[in-house]
């Protein structure tokens, strides 16, 4: 007699946008701090029965039984993040399928594929597959515009990819420090600097000391 197949779970990756660029500027005492800060961030946003799996440096994988419930979750952090000054953007992607549990950690096809959805979203965005919008708009649960197909190492067939979406921040003053990445308000910045016909923001002077050395480095990176 044949095993009874896995039931399907959805499972989603976040990380910090710039994480590197900001251990780097600010060192390592400094990201571990922020990284901390994001595994709560993501321990208070759970919704429902989704739950932290692990942490990954600076990327938590997370699992629900239910599309919804992640999403939601998702959406709540996104939304926490935002509300947080002088803080990292977020990526994430998510996708739902079996897997098999060993331990705590979950093995298969569908969690792969959820890590290269995530690894494939920019700064700020939620990316699903179409398994999900299809969940998520029968649920009447946000609405999910399409993002390209893209193809991922070791995924045989191509993956249809869309953009869940969500209330935008006020971000009518913020920009991204261009040394560390990290999401600043303008008004409040400690330090500017002009090159290039633009005037450039810095969470502080380190990081403008570091553009004024290189400054073609890091404007060749915004």
């Known amino acids: 007699m044949s095993p009874a197949p896995e039931a ?9 946008a710039g994480f590197t660029a900001l251990t780097e500027a600010h060192g390592d005492a400094s990201a571990a701090g922020v990284a901390e800060r994001f595994y709560g961030l993501c321990e208070h946003a759970l919704v429902g029965d989704t739950r932290v799996v692990k942490h990954i440096g600076d990327a938590v994988m997370l699992v629900s039984t239910s599309p919804e419930a992640m999403a939601r979750t998702l959406l709540a952090l996104a939304a926490q993040i935002d509300a947080v000054p002088e803080f990292p953007g977020f990526r994430a992607g998510f996708h ?3 897997a098999v ?3 705590g950690d979950y093995f298969g096809a569908a ?3 959820a890590s290269r959805v995530a690894a494939h979203a920019r700064s700020g965005q939620i990316l ?5 919008a299809t969940a998520l708009e029968a649920a009447g649960l946000g609405t999910c515009a399409p993002s390209g197909v893209a193809r991922f ?7 249809e990819v869309l953009v ?3 209330a935008p921040a006020s ?5 991204l420090d261009p040394v560390c990445r990290m999401r600043i308000d303008r008004a409040s910045a400690p330090a500017t600097l002009p090159y290039a016909g633009r005037t450039w923001a810095f969470c502080s002077f380190e990081c403008a000391q570091r553009f004024a050395r290189e400054p073609e480095a890091y404007a060749t990176m915004t």
């Open 101 to 103: 549990e060993r331990g």
């Open 171 to 175: 971000t009518s003053g913020e920009e």
């Open 128 to 132: 699903c597959t179409r398994p999900v």
């Open 96 to 98: 739902t399928g079996p």
């Open 8 to 16: 399907a779970l959805a499972f989603a990756f976040v990380d910090l």
């Open 111 to 113: 969690v792969n594929l």
């Open 153 to 159: 190492k070791n995924v045989a067939e191509a993956v």
């Open 164 to 166: 869940l979406e969500r």
